[in-house]
């Protein structure tokens, strides 16, 4: 049987859960990024869409059309108004992106495997000993890792 790595918002209306851990996570300082988690980055992390169930609450939505042209929606608590994930990216279709701070065990998941549009960094903020990419990486078209989602840059 596989553990269940649980999340909310910081009100707990909205819950989820799924199952597989995940594979992707990344780091990103792109300015929609920076904007929309309202910090210097947003850290965040790939789930199968099949994989993630929202168990409480019903997420408020956000569509818009990224700097990269690719088209997203942002879910927000309607009530306490944090960011929870991110669905709906027509670069990544079948996944989910969930905000890493949103886990109620953040530790239960491994570290950020990349920080990406470090070129926006803010220049008082220390990189990690993880790969660094001042903008969006080349990406292997038979791996997750180095693929960005559709709402960074």
């Known amino acids: 049987m596989s553990n269940k ?3 909310r918002c910081e009100c707990g209306a909205l819950t989820y859960e799924f199952s597989n851990a995940p594979e992707f996570i990344a780091n990103c300082y792109c300015k929609d990024c920076q904007r929309s988690s309202g910090g210097v980055m947003a850290s965040y992390f790939s789930v199968a869409q099949d994989d993630f169930k929202l168990l409480s609450g019903k ?3 956000y569509p818009y059309v990224a700097d990269s042209g690719n088209t997203l929606e942002r879910n927000f608590c309607p009530d306490c108004g944090a960011r929870v994930f991110t669905d709906k990216l027509s670069g990544f279709p079948g ?3 969930v905000m890493l701070g949103s886990l109620d065990d953040p530790e239960s ?3 950020p ?3 990406i549009f470090t ?3 803010i220049s008082w903020t220390a990189a990690l000993d993880v790969p660094q990419y001042p903008a969006r990486p080349d990406a292997d078209p038979q791996s997750t890792v180095g693929r960005m989602p559709g709402g960074c840059g």
């Open 113 to 115: 495997l990349m920080e």
């Open 5 to 7: 790595f649980t999340g």
């Open 95 to 97: 996944q989910v992106f």
């Open 109 to 111: 998941v491994k570290p």
């Open 59 to 61: 997420p408020r939505s």
């Open 119 to 121: 070129a926006r960094r």
